[in-house]
C-alpha cells in the first residue's frame, strides 16, 4: 500500500522559511518522479515543483529562486525548503507520486502572515 506523509507546515511571519517532508512508502522510490503542489483558500491545486528519479528539477515561476526541492534516496524522503515566503504561498501544501496512478498525501498547512 503506498503512503504519503507530509510534516513540517506551520506560520510563519513573511520572510521566514519552512521546510516540508514527504515520506513514501509501499513502493520502490528512488526512480519515480516527486512533487509539491498547493492549494490556496478558494483555489484550485497548483503545481509547486517536480525531482525526477534522474533528478531533473523544475519549478513554477512563482516560487523559481526562493523554494528548492530536492530528495533523499535512502531516507525515502522529498523535501521542499521554502524561503523568503509571502502570504501568497499560503495554503495546503500536497506531495505527489508521479506514476500512471496519482498518489497524494493528505497536505500540510502552510500559513503566513504579515
Known amino acids: 500500500q503506498v503512503q504519503l506523509v507530509e510534516s513540517g507546515g506551520g506560520s510563519v511571519q513573511a520572510g521566514g522559511s519552512l521546510r516540508l517532508s514527504c515520506a513514501v512508502s509501499?513502493?520502490?522510490?528512488?526512480?519515480?518522479?516527486m512533487s509539491w503542489y498547493r492549494q490556496a483558500p478558494g483555489k484550485e491545486r497548483e503545481f509547486v515543483a517536480v525531482?525526477?528519479?534522474?533528478?531533473?528539477?523544475n519549478y513554477d515561476q512563482a516560487v523559481e529562486g526562493r523554494f528548492t526541492i530536492s530528495r533523499d534516496n535512502r531516507e525515502r524522503t522529498v523535501y521542499l525548503d521554502m524561503n523568503d515566503l509571502r502570504s501568497e504561498d499560503t495554503g495546503i501544501y500536497y506531495c505527489?507520486?508521479?506514476?500512471?496512478?496519482?498518489?497524494w498525501g493528505q497536505g500540510t498547512q502552510v500559513t503566513v502572515y504579515s
Open positions: 525531482i525526477h528519479g534522474g533528478g531533473t528539477i
Open positions: 509501499g513502493t520502490t522510490f528512488a526512480t519515480k518522479s
Open positions: 505527489k507520486l508521479d506514476v500512471a496512478t496519482a498518489y
